[in-house]
C-alpha cells in the first residue's frame, strides 16, 4: 500500500459530523447536503486504503440508529483506535460531533476539522489549536475540500509523530465503566 495517507502513518480515520439533527425523524432519511460532505471524506480516505470509521454509514444513514448503551463506547472506541480524527463540528454546533472532538481530544488524536466558511463556530472548537494537535480549515465548497486536506493532515501527523507516546485511551474494547 502506497499514497499520502500509508505515507503519513495513517491506517484509520474516524469521520464524523452532524447526525441526529440532520436526519428527518419522519422519513429517517439523512440531509442530502450532510450525507454529501461526510461521503467525499469517506471516499477519499477508502481511495487512499484507510480503514474509515464512520457512525453515519455504520446506522444506514440514520434509518437504523443504534441506542446511546451501543453507539457511545463504540464511537469512542473507533476514535480511540483511529490515526486520525477528521469531522465537520457544524453550525448551528452537532453535540454528538462535540463529544466525539473533546474524546479525539483527550485522547491525544491528531484532528482535521472542517468549518463552514462566515458561519458562526464555538469558541472552544476554534480555541481547539491552543491545547490540542488540531487543524482548522474552512471551506465554502464541499468541492474544494479534499485538494485542501492535504496540507493540514501533514502538518497534525508531523507534530503527532513528534510527541512523546503516552497510552490513553481504549487499548482494546469498549467497557462497561457505568456496571455497579
Not at 473533546?102 to 489549536?129: N, T
Not at 493540514?152 to 485511551?169: C, F, L, S, Y
Request: charged residues 25%.
Amino acid at each position: 500500500m502506497t499514497g499520502f495517507c500509508f505515507d503519513q502513518g495513517i491506517r484509520s480515520v474516524f469521520v464524523g459530523g452532524p447526525f441526529l439533527n440532520a436526519v428527518d425523524p419522519k422519513t429517517k432519511e439523512i440531509d442530502p447536503g450532510e450525507k454529501n460532505r461526510l461521503s467525499v471524506l469517506i471516499d477519499y480516505f477508502e481511495g487512499e486504503g484507510c480503514q474509515v470509521h464512520n457512525a453515519h454509514r455504520r446506522e444506514s444513514w440514520g434509518k437504523d440508529f443504534l441506542p446511546p448503551d451501543e453507539c457511545t463506547p463504540l464511537d469512542y472506541y473507533e476514535i480511540g483506535k483511529s490515526d486520525l480524527f477528521v469531522a465537520f463540528p457544524g453550525s448551528p454546533p452537532s453535540p454528538g460531533t462535540h463529544v466525539e472532538v473533546g474524546w479525539a481530544s483527550a485522547l491525544g488524536k491528531p484532528m482535521v476539522l472542517l468549518l463552514e466558511e462566515d458561519r458562526r463556530h464555538a469558541p472552544l472548537i476554534v480555541g481547539l489549536p491552543h491545547v490540542a494537535n488540531v487543524e482548522l480549515v474552512t471551506y465554502a465548497d464541499v468541492g474544494e475540500l479534499v485538494p485542501r486536506l492535504r496540507d493540514p493532515i501533514a502538518r497534525v501527523m508531523t507534530r503527532h509523530r513528534a510527541r512523546p507516546r503516552v497510552e490513553r485511551g481504549p487499548a482494546a474494547a469498549p467497557v462497561n465503566v457505568c456496571a455497579g
